[in-house]
C-alpha cells in the first residue's frame, strides 16, 4: 500500500496532528481557510473551524504581532506568512518583539510562535515573490531557523516546532511544495540541529540546505559516476545548525564545498566556511547566488540558480587542486 | 468635589497612585542626571491620569499593553515598585532582572505586557492578546495604551481593523501628550484626529480630558462595560502634555514655554487634589509616596548589578548561546 501525496498534504496533515494534540495551536494567515496556497492548510478550516483557523486581512504586521500578543496570553500560534518576501512588513514584529519578548522581560514571558516562510528561488516569480532571506533570521538572537528540504524533513521540524517554546522561523521550499513523495509510516519528530547525511563520501564534504539540496544530490550522483565520493550533509536547520557533523566531516574529507541558494555575501554559506576555516585544515570554498536581485527573464533568472554542473565543477576542482 | 458615583477613598486611591507615578519618574530622572541610572528615560510627568483612570476600571486578569514611556501603565496595573525602580538601576531584582532598564518594564503577574520600545508596536500585540484570550476562553480585555505619534504608523490601522473585524474586547487607549518627540503632533498628522481614524473602522469611542482622572475613569468605565458586554472595541482619546522632553536629556526648547506654564496649571495632580477637595489628605499622601519611593531607591541603589553570566540566560532553549559557549 502506498501514501503518495505532496508535500504541502504533508505540511497540512502534520498540522493537523498536532491541531488534534494541542488545543491551543491554532492558525492565522491570509487565505488560511481556503487551504493556502500551496494546500499546505488543506482540511484544516473544514476540521478546526474559523476560531482555530482565522482568515486574516493582508496586513502583516498585524498578522505578526496578533501571533506574538496570543502566544503572551498562553497560546501557540502559527503564524502563515504566505512567501518570504511578505515578512518585510512583519520584521519589526518578528525581530523586535518575538525574537526579544523573553529576554528583555527578563524570562517572564515565551513568544511560543512558529512563522511559516514558504521561500526560495521560483521560476518566473522575480525579485518580490523569489528571495531567499533564512540568513538574516539567524543573525537575530531568540529565533530558531528552520528550512528543511524533503517532506519528512518537514513534517518532523514542524513537529518539534509546534512542540518547543522557543519562536521557530520555519522556511519552508516554496518551490518543492508539490513534489509527491509515498509517505508511508510515521513521521515522527525531529530535533533541531541535526543535519542528514544524504550521500556518503571520502573526498569532498558537501554542506547545503533547502532548495540547494536537489541540485547538490544531483551532483553528488554525478560525482560518484565519475568517481568522486561525495559526503553530502543536508543542514536542515540553520539555527542551532549542526557544526559538529560538518566539522568531522570537513576533517576527514579535507574538503567542504558549501552550497547555498540566495546572495552569498554575508549569507548562511559565510558562516559555516568560516566555522569550517576556523576549526579545521579543511579547504573552503562556497556556491551562491550572485548579489543581484532576481531577475524575470529564464536567461536572466538563471543565473541566481545554483545548477549541479557548477558544484560538479566546483568539486572536481578541489579535489584535483 | 468627588464626583457622584465615586468614594473618597476610591478618589484619594487613584491620586496615591499618580503621585506615585510622578514621583518615581521625577526621582528617576534626578536619579538618571545623578549618573545612577543608565540609558535614559522617557518620563511621562503630566499623563498620569490617563493610565489610572483606565486602569481603575480594569481586573487582574485583564491585559495592557504599553509603550516606550511605560512606567506609569505598569504602576497603575499594579507593577510591584520596588522590582521596578530595581529594574531602572538595571538591578538583581528588577521586574526583567536587569535585561530590560526603564524602556522594557513588564510585569505579566499583574497582566502588564510590557513597554515597548517601538511606536506602535503593541497595537499587534495588543489585539492578539484579545484573540488568544479569546480562544481560551477568558473574559477578559485589553487596553492598548499608545501616544498621538502612533497613529501615524501603519499598525494603527492594521490594528483597529483587526480588532474591528473579530470583534475583539481592546480598548485603544491614545495618551496624547501633544508630541511625536520633538514634534508637535498637529504638524504631522493630518484630518481631525485619532477618534475619527477609529471611527472610519466602525470603532466608536470618546475623547476625554486626560488631566481629569475623574474623567478618564468615567469613559474608560462606560467603554470597557460596553466591551465586556460583547460590544467589540472601542477608542479612547485622550488629550493630555507631556511636561518633560522627549526623554531625560532633552531640554524640549522646541517648544513655546506659554505652553507649557499653561499646561502646569492643569497638572492633573492639582486637578485631582482639587476634586479631592483636602489639601491636608492630599498632603499626607505626598509625603507617604515620597517616603515609600525613596525607600525603594535606597534598596536599589545598595542592590547588586546582574553578574555577567546572566548575559547569557533567557536568550533561547534550543540553540542557546550559553549552549555555544560550552562548546
Known sequence: MSNVITMGEVAARTLADEMRRDPTIWVLGEDVQAGGIFAQYKGLFQEFGAARVVNTPIAESTIMGAGLGAALVGTRPVIEMRIADFVMPAIDELVNQIAKVRYMFGGQARASVVVRVPHGLHPGSAAQHSQVIESWFVNVPGLVVAAPSTALDLAGLLRTALRCDDPVVFFEPKAMFKNVADMLGDWPAIPFGKAERRREGKDVTIVSWAQAMPAAIEAAAALSADGVEADLLDLRTLWPWDSEAVLASAARTGRALVVQEGVGASGFGAEVAVTIAEHSAARVRRLASPRIPVPFAPTLEDVCFIRPGMIVAAAKEMVAG | ?327
Open chain 2, 1 to 327: 468635589m468627588p464626583a457622584a458615583d465615586l468614594s473618597a477613598d476610591h478618589l484619594f486611591d487613584l491620586y496615591r497612585r499618580m503621585k506615585t507615578i510622578r514621583v518615581f519618574e521625577d526621582t528617576c530622572v534626578a536619579a538618571h542626571k545623578a549618573g545612577e541610572i543608565p540609558g535614559y528615560i522617557h518620563s511621562s510627568a503630566g499623563q498620569e491620569a490617563v493610565p489610572v483612570g483606565v486602569c481603575a476600571v480594569l481586573t487582574r486578569e485583564d491585559r495592557i499593553t504599553s509603550t516606550h514611556r511605560g512606567h506609569g501603565h505598569g504602576l497603575a496595573k499594579g507593577a510591584d515598585l520596588e522590582r521596578m525602580m530595581l529594574e531602572l538601576y538595571g538591578r538583581v531584582g528588577g521586574l526583567c532582572g536587569g535585561k530590560g532598564g526603564s524602556m522594557h518594564v513588564a510585569d505579566f503577574s499583574v497582566g502588564m505586557l510590557g513597554a515597548n520600545g517601538i511606536v506602535a508596536g503593541g497595537i499587534p500585540i495588543a489585539v492578539g492578546a484579545a484573540q488568544g484570550l479569546r480562544l481560551l476562553g477568558s473574559q477578559a480585555v485589553v487596553a492598548c495604551f499608545f501616544g498621538d505619534g502612533a497613529v501615524n504608523r501603519g499598525p494603527f490601522m492594521e490594528g483597529l481593523n483587526w480588532a474591528a473585524v473579530y470583534g475583539l474586547p481592546v480598548l485603544f487607549v491614545c495618551e496624547d501628550n501633544t508630541f511625536s518627540a520633538f514634534t508637535h503632533s498637529s504638524t504631522t498628522t493630518a484630518g481631525p484626529g485619532p477618534l475619527a481614524r477609529a471611527q472610519a473602522c466602525g470603532v466608536a469611542g470618546e475623547r476625554v480630558d486626560g488631566n481629569d482622572v475623574i474623567a478618564v475613569r468615567a469613559a474608560a468605565e462606560r467603554l470597557v462595560g460596553e466591551m465586556r458586554a460583547g460590544g467589540g472595541p472601542r477608542f479612547l482619546w485622550c488629550r493630555t502634555y507631556r511636561f518633560s522632553g522627549h526623554v531625560s536629556i532633552d531640554p524640549a526648547t522646541y517648544r513655546k514655554q506659554e505652553d507649557l506654564d499653561a499646561a502646569l496649571k492643569r497638572d492633573p495632580l492639582l486637578v485631582t487634589r482639587g476634586q479631592l477637595g483636602d489639601a491636608a489628605a492630599a498632603d499626607a499622601i505626598d509625603a507617604e509616596v515620597e517616603a515609600e519611593i525613596a525607600r525603594v531607591q535606597d534598596i536599589a541603589r545598595k542592590a547588586p548589578y546582574p553578574p555577567r553570566a546572566e548575559a547569557f540566560d533567557d536568550v533561547q532553549d534550543i540553540g542557546s548561546p550559553a549552549v555555544e559557549a560550552a562548546r
